[in-house]
């Protein structure tokens, strides 16, 4: 039987790279699963795959967890819909949305297809590139190879927003409004660069 290798990379960091081999029977919900299984993402939030072109645009969409208009459109469902139906092209492209209330995207492309190889489990993570970025709203997880910290050694975080000291950026704004409203009158006319 074929398999399907599928390099996945997030729009915003392409340096972050999972390859996922997947069999034709599999669906677009086994596909989402093994992907989170990867980056460590909860896989039960709304997500859609897109069928894409060449340039990425969005064609028809595979939904998880689908709101109540896109089920009354009749959007294709993931855990319903096989891979192989999608497939037309030796390198077919998908748009992946993740998390439809807070997004990332992905792009999801056809690498490779394989001979499936005896004894192996699929879906399998074939190569992983880089840790996957930290969701919004989510606590900062140090990774295995980081230096152990006890949450004194975090203390920046909890104090400020992402290591920004709010109050003292504020003054630091006021004062850069105050001197720039003095040190020019330009009689009320905006320039144009």
């Known amino acids: 039987m074929a398999i399907y290798r599928f390099r996945v990379s997030f729009e915003d960091y392409d340096d972050i790279i999972r390859e996922i081999d997947m069999l034709p029977k599999h669906t677009f919900l ?3 699963k093994a992907l989170h299984a990867s980056t460590g993402y909860n896989p039960e939030v709304p997500s859609s795959f897109y ?3 060449d ?3 969005k064609g028809d969409e595979i939904a998880y ?4 208009r896109k089920q009354e459109r009749g959007v294709a469902l993931m855990e319903s819909s096989r891979l192989s139906k ?6 077919q492209k998908f748009y992946y949305i993740y998390n439809l209330s807070q997004p990332f995207d992905f792009h999801v492309q056809l ?3 394989l001979k ?4 192996k489990e699929y879906p399998a993570l074939f190569k992983s590139t880089g840790q996957a970025p930290k969701l919004p709203g989510t606590a900062v997880v140090p990774s295995e190879s980081a230096p152990k910290k006890g949450a004194d050694d975090y203390d920046f975080l909890q104090e400020t927003e992402y290591g920004i000291n709010e109050e003292e950026d504020l003054d630091m704004l ?3 409004e105050q001197s720039d409203g003095k040190e020019e009158d330009n009689g009320g006319y905006e320039e144009e660069f």
Do not use: R, Y
């Open 55 to 57: 340039h990425w645009k």
């Open 174 to 176: 006021d004062e850069e």
């Open 111 to 113: 690498i490779k297809i």
């Open 86 to 91: 999608f497939i037309d092209d030796p390198h």
């Open 30 to 32: 086994d596909l989402h």
């Open 65 to 68: 967890l689908p709101d109540e």
């Open 51 to 53: 069928v894409s072109n």
């Open 116 to 119: 499936e190889e005896a004894g």
